[in-house]
């Protein structure tokens, strides 16, 4: 992880991006390796929210150790990550992927 996020079984922040390359959407939880792929990037964002919830509920339901929520990224989502995050983003080269959105998604962990 560029950044390093310290997620809890009490409390998490994860990062994720939506994007289209080529025919199809993309979207990804960065610190959970999570990765929905469709047509629809709505349908996808509800799918990606779904997946993290689910995901966040059995580590804390099963007592798992936190390491499982501040996984190691997947280079090539924290290179987007990165470029998305740069000060001037009017600097992206062509084939960088089309963006639906991106952010960090604040977990209260109950």
Known sequence: MSQEMKNSLKSSKVRFIIFKKKTKWYAVALEFNIVEVGKDPDILLLSL????SGYVESAIKNNIDPCVLNQKTDKKYEKIWEQLNKPKISTLS????????????QLVNI
């Open 94 to 105: 062509k084939n960088f992927p089309k963006i639906y959105m991106f952010g960090k998604k």
């Open 49 to 52: 929210l779904e997946a993290i």
